[in-house]
């Protein structure tokens, strides 16, 4: 894999275990990274880091809670080590509840706001210092489409997303001038076990709560696999011009009303 | 290769982000049409995707006329036997403000710039909807999503052009085509010296500007195109309707 777009580059992905964060997780391997995949779920975690040891790639397994400073510090320390650098970082872990305002309790408030948002924060603080002294970096945070424009029953999920996207161009005006961009991806419904929990949380039958979809331009919800691609474009040397930008990967669903 | 049996067309494809990108979809494996006025200058560009080892055509066209965008489409399939990608990039920038602005200059911005896109891509679409599948990317700009200073026709071109784009997608996306647009910042081709003079500055002054956004520094026409080309594969196949900011965080700040 040494002819890769990412060769010899070290990564680190949140909620790689799962999901939008286990196809990147698998695709930045493919371009040659060294990926170390952080998830609470230390079970995922290992069967995400076999796929990618696998198919020839380099993993490293490291299970945490994204919300924990010290685990976040450790994390960042052990891929430094491990991979001789930490190049990539992409904070993907999430959660989401579906309620509104009236509906939701307060430690579940709390709950969102510090995966979705916090961890952020926590992943990165603890992460850009070893990217300023390469002199480079590239961090991806997941926003959602619902952090552009609301969806219903979902107001602290929506609130989280809007700060995540607010979050990166912040992050980009202050640490551009380091070398290290910062950019975000604003995916649209995407097939992972996190959108199949949502019709759970709704009591609506999955193939209708699916079947939405079919109102939108391309007429389909993605493929993890789909937002991987734009998750590697944005880490690799292609996107070194784009920084504080919010890339959204929806099948058009954010375009206007049809 | 990214784009390996794929046939594009790139608009004013003869200097700035157009050439660069059509040496990029070229070296993906994209067989070319490159369009312009300028003969020569067209010849120049095909003779360097040629000795690359890539294949490409010049179509002499101007953008404002539908006749010229009609034969433009015509020799593309003729020559290479389908479309499957149309970078619309032809583009004109007058910096003016309202007061300034000749009504000359205000039509040759909506005319290159916006309804342009609307007659290439007129042209474009029944060849990607007979195949059911197509990719369109406009050149729009950062001046498209946020005001400018002595701009006023040019913002008005580039903010047509974002939303046109989402009017687009919403329309095609059922017939298996995807529409976006990417929103440069400052970049180093011909049309940034060109509006440094017509402003005054000197290149230096001009580029002082940049040295405040968060990358410090104006971007490559080979930066931009490495957008286009995402955009242009397979890598987005689920992106349609969206505004790609590429601008060293100018927008951002
Ligand atoms: N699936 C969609 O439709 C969609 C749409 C827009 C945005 N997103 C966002 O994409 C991201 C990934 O979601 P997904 O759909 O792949 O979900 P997922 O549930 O499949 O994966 C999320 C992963 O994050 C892990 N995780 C959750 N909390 C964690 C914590 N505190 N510490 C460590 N790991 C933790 C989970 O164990 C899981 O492996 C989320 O930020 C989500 O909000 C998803
Ligand atoms: N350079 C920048 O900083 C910048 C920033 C944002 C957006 N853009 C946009 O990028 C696009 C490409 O510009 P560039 O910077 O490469 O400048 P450029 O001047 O090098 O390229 C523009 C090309 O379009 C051609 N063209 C103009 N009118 C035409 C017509 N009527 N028919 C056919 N071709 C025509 C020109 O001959 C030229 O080859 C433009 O749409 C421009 O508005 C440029």
Redesign the interface.
Known sequence: MSGGRLAGRGALVTGGGSGIGRAAALRLAREGAAVAIVDRNETAARAAAEAIVAAGGRALVLPGDVTSDADCRRAVEETTRAFGGLAILFNNAGITRRETILEIREADWDRVMEVNVKAIFLMSRAAIPVMRRAGSGSIINTASGWGLSAGPKAAAYCASKGAVVQL???M??D???EGI?VNCICP?D?DTPLLRNEAYQLGEPIDQFLGAASQ????RV??PE??A??V??LAS????????????????G???S? | MRLKDKVAIVTGGTSGIGRATALLFAREGARVAVTGRDDRRGREVVAAIERAGGRAIFVRSDVRLAVDCRRTVEETVRTFGRLDILFNNAGVFHPHTTVECTEEEWDDQIDVNLKGVFLMSREALPAMIRQKSGVIVNNSSGWGIVGGDAAVAYCASKGGVVLMTKAMAIDHGRQGIRVNCICPGDVETPMLPDDAKKRGLTWEDYLKGAANRPLGRIGTPEEIAGAVLFLASDDSSFMTGAALVVDGGGAAD
Do not use: C, K
């Open positions: 990166t161009r912040a980009a005006v640490h551009g001038p961009r649209g995407t939108r331009p391309l007429r993605g493929t789909e937002i691609e734009a590697l474009y040397d292609d996107a070194s011009f784009v920084n504080g930008a919010a890339l959204i990967v929806d099948g058009g954010q375009a206007g049809v």
